[in-house]
């Protein structure tokens, strides 16, 4: 997690597109039932530098073939300036018609590096090598895509702000075979990231359950309670309480389930926060969440439309959090 | 616009693998032209730049490059006197490309590299430009181009296995050569249709030429015997008729006037003499040349030449002497056509300033000629009779015919006619002539070369340096200039039967003029056959034969300047072609079992049974067996052999593959929807 990202001082985010950029003038291949095809008119092409130097090349060929008379050096030539040509085809056609296809994005709280995954797929039986991947020249990703197969691109973005977080255009581009020519096209693809809210920093001590008539409350303590007996494993349950020993006797995982901890619910309320900044309020709301499920509790979460019955474990955990990043 | 830098991984050893090999291919043919020194120098810093990459050695700093490339600078100065002109700056290039071997480690190296070898290799054709030269050159092209791939293929794996590692060459030396084999058909438009200017643009370097060799314009005693020792063609003969008996063929060059101590050399251009007249009996013998450049001006033509039947090159002009010169020296090989007549007679009247040239001598030198001569004079020979007793001494005496004579003293006439006796053609034809001016006899030497050798494949006379000759012409009444060739009676083989005939020291000469291994010689000619069509044909491609092909090929006559607008739709037409070939989806290649397979997708989904596009062949299979229960086992049975085929091609043999091809199609062909 970010250190010191200072969450109010963000509330107006950089757009993902640039409309003075020219690149933004560019064509755009869009999503089409979740799957982005790079047509022919989404390809564009330009000399790399080395592509200048090389047609300098031919230039100096050319005219020492003219002043000496040689002929076979035309011939070379000409050869070398057909080898310009076609590598100009062969890079086009290393990227035309490839498909994207977005993949889940694991979610993270924002001022972390959001991951999103997508997989670029041939279906013209060809081969494409060194295909590059990057959103506006910043994060890169080079693969190999098989004939008929498909490769996997990751491209990490650092999220600011809860909520989805879209992935911006991606560029995809490749030099193979001859480096001489830049072919790249910009596609949109359906990646989104679920961005949680961020915790803030403060640790502040949990509300407790004996305030009456707080919102927030904790209805036991924990750390002295009895040993009760054994629940069946479940996700999200802590590997600290599953009982090991009691496991490898019996069939299954099994948890250890400790006295008063069924009956004692914490509700994490959203009008127990305070102050006037709402993404702030979530910002502690978030990190009492994250707290309360370190510490294994049993937690409801209130919030001013809806609320969610207090449980424990990962699903739980996740639901919760979800709530927070889209409020 | 460029891809980060970063992912340099592990791009560097196919590269310079690719890089030294096709580099070593350049520096092989370099070191035919070039100092030693240079391809030496490359291989120590190859084996450097390779010891660096395969034990991680780190790289040469600055402070060991900069010294390095001053002294290897210095050495290209020191070798060849400049850094400019032909030699010296493709040296230069030379070792500068191998010393930068030591600092090329980044994509942009590696291709930069490339490109500056690229333009190293094709220069080597300044310095020859014979077929096994293009092949190489093809072949270094192929290994730079797959070095560039290999460069281009940037990839995050770093730990790759040994087999994928060896199988990157093969893919990208594949690739290579697909590129260059599809850009192949482009080489062939443009170069046919490349409008050709005939050069230079601007000057030529004066080294350019150097390795030419052919007859000079001067002759001392040595000269002709040195061009003997060279097995080059000098130029090659098409005949229109038979071709003429071998002592017919007197091939005349450079005409030698002015006599210098033992130097000859060609009359002053100041001195304006009238045109010899030409009479000429019998029919003539027509015939192309196909002349190699040899950076002079002479024009070579049998033995008599009638100018006005004979096609010469634009500017060329005949000098009194029937010598005939172009404007420009033959730097390119060029064809001419020329009709000659074996029997005519030559200057009918001798102008008084000829008889003057005629019979220049130095004074004051080889005293015992003189004294012969005047012995003649005052036996009141005739000239005829002269000519006899002269070309009687060399056949009666004991006068040898050998490549190697020994040094002449300070009276080099006298030293050879009286001492050593052992010379070859300039020695005998100089001598004559000395001795016939001595004793007023009008004479002059007649460089050239003599005979040649019939190529049975192609049926065209070869004609080598090694058959330069000198020959003699002596001016008689009523005769006119008349042939004389002393050579002839000392070894009258030379003559009839060619050099390799004629000499008993014959190891000096090259190879290919010896009269020994048969075999050797017959495989040269198939092989001059080929390389004869390759001059024609790819190295003589000019303006000319230019023009003349399109005519051939379009029917009709064509400006110089039609020949741009057809190069400009030709080329848009290939390129769509070409570009539709690549670059359409449609192309999508099937192997066949794909190809059966869409044949039985066709047949379903003329049954309504259409083909998901993510929809695996064994679901979409199982798929159609409900909908089609009547042909379900069929279906299952071609949907699971399609299946096992696409995943287990690799595992299993050929013979396995085809047949269950052969089974697949068996099974489609019977299925019945």
Redesign the interface.
Known sequence: MAKGLNLSSDTSLKPDFKLNSPKTWFRTAIAIDSTTTLS?RHIYI?P???GW??GL?LI??L??S??????????????????G???M??T??NL??LKIEAKRANPVFAGEQAVFEFNVIDD???AR??I?AAFA?KE?????IPALGESTFRLSLPSQKRGWLKAPRITL?T?????LF?V?AYAETENQCLIYPHPSLRSQILPSADTDGATGQLSTTQGDDDFAGHLNYQFGDSPKRIDWKASSREQGMLVKQFQGEASSTLWLDFNATTGNNIELRISQLTRWLVDADAQQLKYGLRLPQHSIQPNSGAAHYHQCLTALALM | MTNKAGTQTNLSMHAIIWLLLSLSITFTLYAFNLENWVPACFVVFAIWRYLIEKNNWSYPTLWLRFPLTIAGGLAVLLTYGSLFGRDASVALLAVMISMKLLETRTKRDFIVMVILSYFLTVNILLFTQAIWVFLAVLLALTGLTACLISVSHQSMQTNISTQVWKNHFKVQVKLAGKLLLQATPIMLVLFVLFPRIPGPIWGIPQDSYSGMTGLSDSMEPGNISQLSLSSKIAFRVEFKSAIPANNQLYWRGPVLWHQEGRRWQMASDRIPLPMETLQTSGSATDYTITLEPHNRNWLLMLDLPEISASTLPAEARVKHDMQVLSKEPIRTRIRYQGSSYLQYKLGAELSEHERTLALQLIEDENPKTRQLAAQWISEKKSPTAMVEAALKMFREQEFVYTLAPPRLGKEPVDDFLFNTKRGFCEHYASSFVYLMRAAGVPARIVTGYQGGEINPNGNYLIVRQSDAHAWAEVWLQDRGWVRVDPTSAVSPDRIEMGIGAALTDSDLLPLLSRQDYPMLKHLYMNWDAVNNGWNQWVLGYDQAKQLALLKKLINKDIAWEDIGLILVVSMIALMLFVSYLLLSNKGMVLNPSNRIYQQFLKKLAKAGVTKLKHEGAISFGQRAAKTLPNQASEILEISALYSSMQYAKQANSKITNIQSLNLLKQLVNNLKV
């Open positions: 022919r330009l790399t530098r080395f130097l090389y090349l100096g060929l005219t020492g003219i002043n000496y008379s040689i002929s076979l050096g035309f011939a070379i030539t000409f050869l070398l300036a057909g080898l040509l076609i590598g085809l062969h086009w056609r035309a018609n013209s039986n060809r090598y060194s590059f020249d890169s990703d080079i693969q190999d581009s030099e193979f075979p001859v480096s830049h790249w």
